[in-house]
T-cell receptor
Framework: SQQGEEDPQALSIQEGENATMNCSYK?????LQWYRQNSGRGLVHLILIRSNEREKHSGRLRVTLDTSKKSSSLLITASRAADTASYFC?????????????WGAGTKLIIKP | DAGITQSPRHKVTETGTPVTLRCHQTENHRYMYWYRQDPGHGLRLIHYSYGVKDTDKGEVSDGYSVSRSKTEDFLLTLESATSSQTSVYFCAISEGVRENYGYTFGSGTRLTVV
């Protein structure tokens, strides 16, 4: 079963605007990861945020994590046409020797020129 | 997708035939994974490997087998392809399973079973 749920499922904005995508999950996690997938390509790792971190930046990307609400958000500032892609969150849970990486179904982001 | 390649990129096969997909990495990563991606399901883990000859099942392993005879190669075999196995298959690698590692993905293999 998929733990991560991205919201919204699809988002269309004008170039230059900011895009915010959310991910909710159900169980405790060790870290949460965001990936981008361009059409017809594999997924590309963007950012990993650990459970004891609240915010992380990478270029125009900002990820926040709220473990009390079991949610994360990915903000892309000053969006560009090249940001058009699907974005996935994946939660990592490590319990004893068991390691679980659970994927959400993704948010499809379209940046209109 | 530097460091990880999948072959073939596209394949059409008939129901009941065996199919083998190959994943090759040059990163010397210990962990390798096979996923399938279908609309509405996101990524689902088929099998994974944590070392040479060490493999385990994922959540959708029925109808699939894997082998890893060398660190760099991870093969996924559909013993007798069915139409439900039409999908896009992704291989991924990671250095480890501790919390600081992300995955690197291949470009995918689009498999159509007719």
């Amino acid at each position: 079963s998929q733990q991560g749920e991205e919201d919204p499922q699809a988002l269309s904005i004008q170039e230059g605007e900011n895009a915010t995508m959310n991910c909710s999950y159900k169980t405790s996690i060790n870290n949460l990861q965001w990936y981008r997938q361009n059409s017809g390509r594999g997924l590309v790792h963007l950012i990993l945020i650990r459970s004891n971190e609240r915010e992380k930046h990478s270029g125009r990307l900002r990820v926040t994590l709220d473990t009390s609400k079991k949610s994360s958000s990915l903000l892309i500032t000053a969006s560009r046409a090249a940001d058009t892609a699907s974005y996935f969150c994946a939660t990592v849970r490590i319990m004893d020797s068991n390691y679980q990486l659970i994927w959400g179904a993704g948010t499809k982001l379209i940046i209109k020129p | 997708d530097a460091g990880i390649t999948q072959s073939p990129r596209h394949k059409v096969t008939e129901t009941g035939t065996p199919v083998t997909l190959r994943c090759h990495q040059t990163e010397n990563h210990r962990y390798m994974y096979w996923y399938r991606q279908d609309p509405g399901h996101g990524l689902r883990l088929i099998h994974y490997s944590y070392g040479v000859k060490d493999t385990d099942k994922g959540e959708v392993s029925d109808g699939y087998s894997v082998s890893r005879s060398k660190t760099e190669d991870f093969l996924l075999t559909l013993e007798s392809a069915t139409s439900s196995q039409t999908s896009v298959y992704f291989c991924a690698i990671s250095e480890g399973v501790r919390e600081n590692y992300g995955y690197t993905f291949g470009s995918g293999t689009r498999l159509t079973v007719v």
